[in-house]
């Protein structure tokens, strides 16, 4: 068995028979029913369906029925988003501390500065806890209903930063070159049809050198709001290498992909080094790149402060108890999205959910203890069912009619019913295939990243 397409081959399955078993498999080693707690896959080797697969909570979303804002909030924070999907590769150590990602698997070995392994599992994958996490149920200002995003990622997540550590400073400090260069040169590339078939490309290559002095993760980013897009980059198409002290990394250059990393990829950790990013690439724009630098101390800190805010909760499958203790003008951080449809009483009475960071889940307190429930209630789907039942009784009721020959429609009323019957049925298709088979067609051709 097999089903559908992806990567950048349209012949590579998404859900094989031994991709299956391979997942089950790994769900024995990563149990964890709290279902607040996420896992992530940040180097991609593994389906955005795999959290199904492994029965764990993760960023990843594969339904294709995600709506914009749904994506939105996570993007935001440096996640990727494709098409209709949702990845939880991108993103930075701050921001999967936000959202309670507690764990990851990797076939790579991670950061060891982010990421503690804790075991050896099924078909080559490291288990890793991550090193830093924040409690479930943070308590945010007001003001974190209004931060803007500004097409800068670093940014957004410094607003957030100061609002929990309560100070001016930022967390993460763009790093300016102490000297670069751009250069024209002639490369080779291989085709993408043929990966024995190699050709002379005109390329560029940027050397960038950077002084790193306090202990920090480095995220690289090739885009400051120069013409740098999606459509312009395909896979493999652009090559980062990281030089320490004069020294060359000799391992595998990083192909830098541009879609499901969100633009960002972690470098590791630096201090006091002389750090040099050589850059290859088609085309010239990368004469811009942008490097921020995460201080662990400051990270390590802000986890630190909130160790001994224990919030207890339990979940249900459409449900959520949390017992708080609060202050009023404070909201009690969800890391779940609201879509409007979640029901919540404080101590007994009815509270409006409120919508931060984008649309995750904020509920206001007041002073003292907080009992909340929250439960969910989809409205739309009791609407179109109600609907659909009522269409359902109609048509009965007219084919009754009709076989009793009490009820003869119109000539005029049969041709429009079968107009809108032949409009609806091609509406489906489009949705169901033409969309995605254009997406597909797309990303097959330029590449998914």
């Known amino acids: 068995m097999a089903i559908g397409a992806a990567k950048n081959n349209p012949n590579y399955p998404t859900l094989t028979e031994d991709y299956i078993v391979e997942c089950r498999n790994i769900s024995k080693s990563v149990k964890n029913n709290d279902s607040f707690k996420r896992i992530i896959n940040p180097t991609e080797e593994m389906e955005l369906n795999y959290s199904v697969l492994i029965n764990r909570t993760s960023i990843s979303d594969w339904t ?32 999967n501390a936000l959202l309670n990602v507690v764990d990851a698997i990797s076939k790579n070995e991670l950061n060891e500065d982010l990421y503690i392994k804790k075991s050896d599992i099924e078909s080559g994958y490291n288990y890793y806890k991550c090193s830093f996490t924040l409690p479930f149920g943070l308590m945010l200002s007001v003001d974190s209903q209004e931060i803007p995003f500004n097409n800068n990622f670093f940014d957004y ?7 929990l550590k309560k100070n001016g400073r930022d967390l993460f400090v763009r790093e300016v070159p102490d000297n670069s260069s751009v250069e024209k040169f002639v490369g080779k590339k291989t085709s993408l049809y043929d990966k024995n078939f190699e050709f002379d ?54 192909k830098y992909r541009l879609s499901y990393n969100n633009n960002i990829i972690e470098l590791g950790t630096f201090e006091n080094e002389d750090v040099t990013i050589e850059l290859n690439s088609t085309h010239p724009e990368i004469d811009k790149p942008v490097v921020y630098a995460m201080s662990l101390e400051k ?12 919030t ?10 949390i017992k708080a203790t609060g202050e009023e003008g404070r909201y009690l951080f969800v890391p779940v999205y609201n879509n409007g449809s979640w029901v919540c ?10 919508s931060v960071l984008g649309s995750f889940m904020a509920i206001p307190l007041k002073d003292g203890e907080n009992n909340i429930y929250i439960n969910y209630v989809p409205k739309t789907f009791y609407i179109t069912l109600a609907f659909s039942a009522l269409s359902l009784a109609a048509f009965i009721v007219i084919m009754i009619l009709i076989k009793k020959k009490q009820f003869k429609a119109p000539e005029k009323l049969k041709g429009l019913f079968l107009w809108a019957l032949t409009g609806l049925f091609a509406a489906f298709v489009t949705i169901a295939y033409i969309i995605p088979l254009i997406a597909q067609v797309y990303y097959a051709i330029v590449g998914r990243g």
């Open 312 to 321: 207890e909760y339990s979940t249900g499958k459409k449900s959520m108890s």
């Open 157 to 163: 997540q410094n607003s957030i930063y100061k609002l």
């Open 64 to 95: 294709h029925i995600v709506s914009s804002d749904f994506r939105s909030m996570f993007y935001h924070l440096g996640y990727g988003m494709g098409f209709t999907d949702i990845s939880d590769e991108g993103g930075t150590a701050f921001s």
């Open 201 to 254: 490309k005109e390329m560029y290559r940027g050397i960038f050198n950077y002084k790193v002095e306090e202990k920090s993760v480095l995220y690289f980013y090739l885009d400051d709001g120069s013409d740098i897009s999606q459509s312009k980059m395909v896979v493999d198409d652009c090559e980062l290498r990281i030089i320490k002290n004069g020294e060359e990394d000799l391992s595998e250059p990083i």
């Open 299 to 310: 990270l390590d800190n802000l986890c630190k402060n909130y160790k001994s805010c224990v």
């Open 345 to 354: 009483t404080v101590n007994g009475e009815k509270t409006d959910v409120k």
